[in-house]
């Protein structure tokens, strides 16, 4: 790894500590984990269930800072990133480095102290999962980083539904599988808007590697896979026809839009771009999936 030195840093404060956990990313993390508990069987007291989502959230907080402290070189590359807290300067990566260490090994003290074991064995794994085999094994080697990778974002609704129950069953696997499938598509649409800036700082992206048109292809079959294991709770019994209805009609409009992505190759206006209508649907989607799971439950 190539290390990026700033004689003198600019000190920092408790803006750039926060930058550094990435709060969007943990936003969605900790709702996926909370959709994850509310949909359990067993029902947490308040105090145990609040324990169990902060938990996830300092874990959370632990992966986007030991993230950005490993890749404050390719950080300060892109434009997209140039900003952030080490990349610009405002910071040494040793602080960040104990900053990131220490919110990890806290937040599995305590999911496993208050919560139970099992579910802190989840959430050390899914930190190491994405520190270790994303960050540092896969995102600077080879354009299926975001595909293996896409695991570690996966295990929150997992985490959640087993800080309540205490086991794992087929419902939370089948959340898992949906976030791990969901990730190529609404990584890739970014990827292919923001190609030259990946190729910028050397990050072996899809598009950079494999080209558009392979990408919106590989787009296109994860989003059908995706869509097949979105619907199958409902089938399978373990969610009702709200949820099902609620995800045959999300996922055919995501695959509707990935297949415009594939059929579309003429330049388009920048606010137009397939792409860009792909990556915001992706986002409301993923939400409104594990919303929808969790007023079928309380409908049921």
């Known amino acids: 790894m ?3 030195t700033i004689a003198h840093p600019i000190p920092a404060d408790w803006r750039d500590f926060l930058a550094l956990t990435k709060p969007r990313v943990m936003r969605s993390v900790v709702f996926t984990g909370l959709c994850g508990m509310l949909v359990a069987p067993v029902s947490l007291p308040p105090v145990i269930a609040f324990t169990a989502i902060l938990a996830i959230a300092i874990a959370a907080a632990a992966a986007g800072t030991l993230n950005q ?3 404050a070189d390719i950080d300060a590359l892109m434009k997209r990133t140039a900003k952030r807290p080490l990349a610009a300067g405002r910071m040494d990566r040793e602080s960040a480095l104990h900053f990131g260490i220490g919110l990890g090994v806290f937040s599995v003290l305590l999911m496993g102290l208050v919560v139970n074991l099992i579910a802190a064995a989840f959430l050390a794994v899914s930190i190491l ?3 270790v085999i994303y960050t540092i094994g896969l995102k ?3 354009p299926q980083n ?7 974002g996966a295990f929150p609704p997992l ?5 309540a129950t205490g086991e794992i069953s087929l419902l939370p696997v089948l959340m898992f599988g949906l976030i791990f499938l969901w990730t190529p598509p609404h990584s890739w649409a970014l990827a292919l808007l923001i190609r030259d800036d990946y190729a910028k700082g050397g990050v072996p992206m899809m598009p950079v590697v494999a080209g558009a048109r392979t990408t919106r292809w590989q787009m296109l ?6 869509a097949i294991v979105a619907v199958m709770p409902w089938p399978l019994g373990l969610a009702g026809a709200f949820y099902g209805i609620v995800a045959a009609v999300a996922s055919a409009a995501f695959v509707a839009l990935n297949i415009w992505v594939v059929m579309v190759a003429a330049p388009t206006p ?3 771009k397939p792409e860009r209508v792909l990556f915001v649907y992706s986002i409301g989607y993923i939400l409104a999936m594990f919303a929808a799971l969790v007023v079928d439950r309380w409908i049921a």
């Open 2 to 4: 190539t290390t990026t």
């Open 69 to 71: 402290w490993y890749e």
């Open 129 to 131: 999962f994405y520190v």
């Open 140 to 142: 600077r080697f080879t």
């Open 146 to 152: 975001i595909v293996i990778g896409g695991a570690a």
């Open 159 to 163: 985490i959640g539904w087993v800080a």
């Open 221 to 226: 079959f994860y989003a059908v896979a995706m």
């Open 270 to 272: 920048a606010t137009m």
